[in-house]
């Protein structure tokens, strides 16, 4: 199978349920859970999955997304459908277009579909289940592709996430470790785990976003938004905000990661780290403006796997599908360590191998120099960099 051999010394597991593909969230809806479909399509072509421990995983069940959410809106998600929305809720109806959003945020962004809470505990499910085998040693790096969901609330849908599985993630590994560094690269802000941890100095939250509070959702994550301002909480500082300009290229993006996630990880000292892939970050995306190629987001993903600590690895935005399929398939290359042997011409029997064609069937397509040019200067990521160094500075150890 292209050469492709278990890692030596380590073990990653890959957490996923194929029955998560099959939701629609809208014929014109950017959210495809298609996308997981040509993705696994890519790693089992390459035959990576042989690699890898793969397990199938269960639904997560009411009482494990309660641990985070507030029950009422557990209820709500499980039982609201297209059919009863309007019964339930008549002043949805009331909204200009479709419903409003007063109701648990549902609305445009996040409708109610058919089968919307077997598809939330599905994803949930895998990132439990993919944290829990971190917890108890039988994988050093866990992925659930399916997982990633960074804007949802404890009682409130947000930005197509119901249910924040990071969170729920990252409260299991918080049973084990002591402290756990959360990593954002989607193009959004990660402003729902921000949130959720924000007065906690166990969790690290570091997220690279675009931000343009008037214009670009969620509109919230501006460098001076560390944390809690009281001296007496403990959450003071532990939060990072990247914010960033359109157009940001592999080169500028690849110094400025590795300058910030460097001294947090030197500084925080964690005990895990939760890396989540968002592949709207690449250039090319339908909802993203940034200049992102394959190997630059991957490169993320490489320097994370560097420091060996236990890793879970989690998708969340991507709007171009067959960019988010080559993204995440070379990205669990390089958690199985293959990404050196595995052949950039895409395998000839890839299913769905047509989705490829546009770009020509390569892992590496060229994705930058769009229409967007680097917006962000020297002195901007220079700036940036000696921000997170004076913040991390106040944090004891
Ligand atoms: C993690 N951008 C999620 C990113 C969530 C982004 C938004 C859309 C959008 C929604 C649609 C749609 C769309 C072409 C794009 C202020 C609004 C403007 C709804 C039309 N087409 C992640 C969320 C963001 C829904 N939301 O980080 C149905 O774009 O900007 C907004 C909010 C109000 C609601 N309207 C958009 O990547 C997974 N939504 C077409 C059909
Ligand atoms: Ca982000
Ligand atoms: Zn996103």
Redesign the pocket.
């Known amino acids: 199978n292209n050469g492709i051999t278990r890692p030596k010394g380590y073990t990653v597991s890959w957490h996923y349920n194929p029955e998560v593909e099959g939701h629609h ?7 495809k859970p298609w996308r997981l479909t040509l993705t696994k399509s890519l790693v089992l072509s390459y035959g990576m999955h042989t690699a890898m421990d793969s397990y199938l995983s269960r639904a997560a069940t009411k009482d494990e997304i309660a641990e985070f959410h507030k029950d009422d809106y557990v209820d709500f998600l499980s039982i609201a459908t297209p059919q009863n929305i309007y019964e339930m809720y008549p002043e949805l109806a009331t909204g200009p ?1 479709g419903y409003s ?1 007063a109701i648990y945020g549902v ?3 996040c ?1 109610i579909f058919d089968g919307l809470f077997r598809y939330c505990s599905l994803y949930a499910g895998a990132s439990v289940d993919a944290a829990r085998k971190l917890c108890n040693k039988q994988s050093d790096i866990a992925i659930n592709w399916s997982g ?4 949802a609330k404890k009682a409130e849908a ?4 119901y249910v924040n599985d990071i969170v729920l993630a990252i409260l299991q590994l918080l049973r084990h470790h002591p402290r756990v560094l959360y990593i954002d690269i ?5 402003d729902g785990v921000e949130q959720a941890f924000w007065s906690t100095d166990r969790v690290m939250c570091v997220s690279f976003h675009k931000y343009d509070r008037e214009v ?3 509109g919230t994550g501006p460098l001076e938004s560390t944390g809690p301002l009281h001296p007496d909480n403990p959450g003071k500082n532990f939060t990072i905000n990247v914010p960033l300009n359109d157009g940001i290229d592999d080169e500028s993006y690849a110094y400025l990661f590795q300058n910030v996630v460097d001294p947090c990880i030197k500084i925080f000292q964690p005990t895990a780290v939760v890396l989540q892939c ?1 592949a ?1 970050s690449l250039g090319h995306d ?2 993203g403006c940034f200049n992102l190629n394959i190997r630059g987001h991957g490169q993320c993903v490489s320097y994370v796997k560097g420091f060996g600590l236990p890793l879970l690895v989690v998708g ?4 171009t599908p067959r960019n988010v399929a080559r993204a995440w398939a070379h990205e669990t290359s390089i958690c199985i360590g293959a990404d050196s042997t595995l052949n950039p011409e895409l395998p000839d029997h890839t299913p769905y191998r047509d989705a490829f064609r546009r770009e020509g069937f390569t892992l590496f397509p060229n994705l930058s120099g769009w229409r967007k040019e680097n917006m962000n200067t020297k002195a901007d990521i220079e700036r940036i960099i000696k921000h997170v160094r004076d913040q991390l500075s106040t944090i004891r150890t």
């Open positions: 969230f809208g014929q014109t809806h950017p959210m277009q959003s609305g445009d962004d409708p990633g969901l960074h804007h947000s930005g197509f996430c989607d193009v959004h802000h990660g670009f959702f969620p968002g709207d339908r909802l969340g935005g991507g709007y």
